[in-house]
């Protein structure tokens, strides 16, 4: 079956560590997103990813660092400069289109980080 | 400004109603997409259409329905016969070539089917 994995589903981190969060897809995209969703909010995109060994920063990158090495993978690093990092993050991935558009996003099915 | 504007922010209807959330977007460009996602409790966001703006035939799949009206920038969603599966929190995005590769988020309508 096609899809992405993001893992773990929960996670607890302490004050001052960093962590990172896994997104894999096996829809042969060229594309890869990460989003961050806070309590009864929309969705804030942190970093995405147009093509292998390229990513650009989204609204809210700070804090947060990226590695794009594999087409199939697009890891998060939520680091301990984030200073409120507690939120669900979801990963997506699309096809790659010209001309600034974004082809249809497909999401995982999030991680949920909890700072303790 | 908004470009992709839900003005409702909750809707709560009874079972077996029909419900419309409403999607009023902002754009310059000739060529764009529309889309719609569901998310419903346990998190994960699932597509529900794509419509570029080349095609403004209304679509229906089941008990959804879409009315896209470029003359008033929106891109309605209506659920006819609502049932309790069909509760979850409704995005409208918007992508064009100005956006830079992303999609500009709607806020969101969270939708209540009560039984």
């Known amino acids: 079956d096609g899809g992405i994995t993001q893992s773990p589903k929960y996670l607890f981190r302490k004050e001052g560590q960093n962590v990172t969060l896994s997104c894999e897809q096996n829809?042969?995209?060229?594309?890869m997103y990460w989003y961050r969703q806070d309590p009864g909010q929309g969705l804030r995109l942190i970093y995405y990813?147009?093509?292998?060994?390229?990513?650009q920063k989204g609204d809210i990158a700070e804090g947060y660092s990226v590695s794009r090495e594999k087409k199939e993978s697009f890891p998060l690093t939520v680091t301990s400069a984030q200073k409120n990092p507690t939120a669900f993050y979801l990963c997506?991935?699309?096809?790659?289109?010209?001309?600034?558009?974004?082809?249809?996003?497909?999401f995982g099915p999030g991680t949920r980080l909890t700072v303790l | 400004a908004q470009k992709v504007t839900q003005a409702q922010t909750e809707i709560s209807v009874v079972e077996k109603e029909d419900v419309t959330l409403d999607c009023v977007y902002e754009?310059?460009?000739?060529?764009?997409?529309l889309f719609w996602y569901k998310q419903p409790p346990s998190g994960e966001l699932v597509f529900l259409i794509r419509?570029?703006?080349?095609d403004e035939q209304n679509e229906i799949s089941g008990r959804y329905s879409w009315n896209f009206q470029k003359s008033t920038s929106s891109f309605n969603f209506t659920i006819t016969a609502s049932q309790v599966v069909d509760s979850a929190v409704y995005f409208c995005?918007?992508?064009?070539?100005?956006?830079?590769?992303?999609?500009?988020w709607g806020a969101g309508t969270k939708l209540i089917i009560k039984p």
């Open positions: 754009t310059r460009d000739t060529t764009y997409y």
């Open positions: 829809l042969n995209h060229d594309a």
């Open positions: 990813s147009q093509i292998v060994n390229d990513f």
């Open positions: 995005a918007l992508s064009e070539a100005g956006s830079n590769y992303q999609l500009i």
């Open positions: 997506a991935s699309s096809t790659r289109l010209a001309g600034g558009l974004t082809d249809t996003q497909y």
């Open positions: 419509r570029n703006s080349f």
